[in-house]
């Protein structure tokens, strides 16, 4: 079983529409980290999260260490929120203390 | 404020060969990791340095190693290159590791082929 979960793998949503990613994982961490990567490879880092809710524009991340759960929302999205959504965990110390990555959630929003 | 560059771009290389990737952080960051990028096992991670000191490896085989430099640039090499590890190769820095973590930015990633 993978430390970090993620779902849906797959998400195809019509433009203006409310999503919402999940990343469930089974260790103890330090922080939450939720990138985007388009095609072509590049990543970009959108939040990193401990605890509590954090907000960029149309996004929405959020967390809950009791449960060891995270939300990624999108809200009106668009379809240059077409990308691949990772979300890693960094452990809480020692050898443990590098990221663990889930296998994405690959969105595509459809005009 | 430049972001992290990595190179080079693409590489293709024969097995047996050996590869040396570069990694030059955004300026004032010390902590730089590498992470190998592949459709089956997705984002793995290889190995973090900080001013100088490598502090975390991943699960990958002697092959891989890495150094940092003083000006933080950071270079890794893989020897006796196999058909899988045929991967992109990115490298992220950021400017402490410690405290829980920092924001990571990544670079455009090293892809590298192996024939």
């Known amino acids: 079983k993978n430390e970090v979960e993620q779902s849906p793998q797959n998400l195809t949503a019509q433009e203006g529409e409310f999503i919402t990613i999940n990343c469930s994982y089974s260790v103890g961490i330090s922080a939450l980290h939720w990138l985007q990567q388009h095609p072509g490879g590049g990543i970009v880092s959108l939040f990193m999260l401990s605890s509590g809710k954090k907000k960029h524009g149309r996004l929405i991340a959020t967390i809950n260490i009791q449960e060891k759960h995270s939300s990624l929302h999108i809200t009106a999205s668009h379809p240059r929120d077409s990308a691949v959504y990772i979300c890693?965990?960094?452990?809480?110390?020692?050898?443990?203390?590098?990221?663990?990555f889930g296998k994405g959630t690959l969105l595509t929003v459809n005009p | 404020k430049a972001g992290v560059t990595q190179t080079p771009r693409y590489l293709i290389k024969t097995r047996g060969q050996q590869v040396t990737l570069s990694c030059s952080p955004i300026s004032g960051h010390r902590s730089v990791s590498w992470y190998q990028q592949t459709p089956g096992q997705g984002l793995q991670f290889l190995f973090e340095y900080f001013s100088e000191t490598q502090r975390n490896k991943g699960n990958f085989p002697g092959r891989f190693s890495g150094r940092q430099f003083s000006n933080s640039r950071s270079e890794m090499n893989v020897s006796t290159l196999e058909l899988g590890d045929s991967a992109l190769y990115l490298c992220?820095?950021?400017?402490?590791?410690?405290?829980?973590?920092?924001?990571?930015?990544f670079g455009p990633g090293t892809r590298l082929t192996v024939t």
């Open positions: 890693a965990v960094r452990g809480s110390g020692g050898s443990n203390y590098k990221l663990t």
């Open positions: 992220a820095s950021s400017f402490l590791v410690e405290a829980g973590g920092h924001e990571q930015y």
